[in-house]
T-cell receptor
Framework: DAGVTQSPTHLIKTRGQHVTLRCSPISGHKSVSWYQQVLGQGPQFIFQYYEKEERGRGNFPDRFSARQFPNYSSELNVNALLLGDSALYLC????????????FGPGTRLTVT | DAKTTQPNSMESNEEEPVHLPCNHSTISGTDYIHWYRQLPSQGPEYVIHGLTSNVNNRMASLAIAEDRKSSTLILHRATLRDAAVYYCILRNQGGSEKLVFGKGTKLTVNP
């Protein structure tokens, strides 16, 4: 069974640019969450989507946005990139909106120069 | 968000048991205790969770104090593959999906 997949694996962008990160959840999972992990820290919650609706948002600026598609895949968009946006972006999926177990993908490593 | 406190790092020898502590003195009655771990260059993975009683699964055991203000994740026989950062997380029953990660405990396993 395929796990959570994310693309791209690595990405290098310049300050001021925008970026789109993609996530495909495990088949049958309707909930997708996004996390940002800065080096040396634990992941920080950005968004949760369930059945294509935003269910939760972390303490991130409006430059961060996301959406979920009818097939439950998801995109995370970040506009006007800052150096501080350099991080590992993780996607997690689960069966239900608040299931006990979340399954994480390997992440997308974003470097902003 | 309810907070947890874990040691920054711990060390163990291969094939020995490991006890990873977590303090959560402000836990509420409906908070579940979850443990995730993150192996190098991977996303976090679920390990175990519990509410009041001790729990066992194929990966580990979770021992919860009677007052629920602390818990211990037990790896019965550490292997090199268990070297990871272990996160103790509180999640409210019926609450949102989000996981609030701290810095976790970095476990080093020596051969």
């Amino acid at each position: 069974d395929a796990g959570v997949t994310q693309s791209p694996t690595h990405l290098i962008k310049t300050r001021g640019q925008h970026v789109t990160l993609r996530c495909s959840p495990i088949s049958g999972h309707k909930s997708v969450s996004w996390y940002q992990q800065v080096l040396g820290q634990g992941p920080q919650f950005i968004f949760q989507y369930y059945e294509k609706e935003e269910r939760g948002r972390g303490n991130f600026p409006d430059r961060f946005s996301a959406r979920q598609f009818p097939n439950y895949s998801s995109e995370l968009n970040v506009n006007a990139l800052l150096l501080g946006d350099s991080a590992l972006y993780l996607c997690a999926s689960s069966l239900l909106a608040a299931h006990y177990e979340q399954y994480f993908g390997p992440g997308t490593r974003l470097t902003v120069t | 968000d309810a907070k947890t406190t874990q040691p920054n790092s711990m060390e163990s020898n291969e094939e020995e048991p490991v006890h990873l502590p977590c303090n959560h003195s402000t836990i509420s009655g409906t908070d579940y205790i979850h443990w995730y771990r993150q192996l190098p260059s991977q996303g976090p993975e679920y390990v175990i969770h519990g509410l009041t009683s001790n729990v066992n699964n194929r990966m580990a055991s979770l021992a919860i104090a009677e007052d629920r203000k602390s818990s211990t994740l037990i790896l019965h026989r550490a292997t090199l593959r268990d070297a990871a950062v272990y996160y103790c997380i509180l999640r409210n029953q019926g609450g949102s999906e989000k996981l609030v990660f701290g810095k976790g405990t970095k476990l080093t396993v020596n051969p």
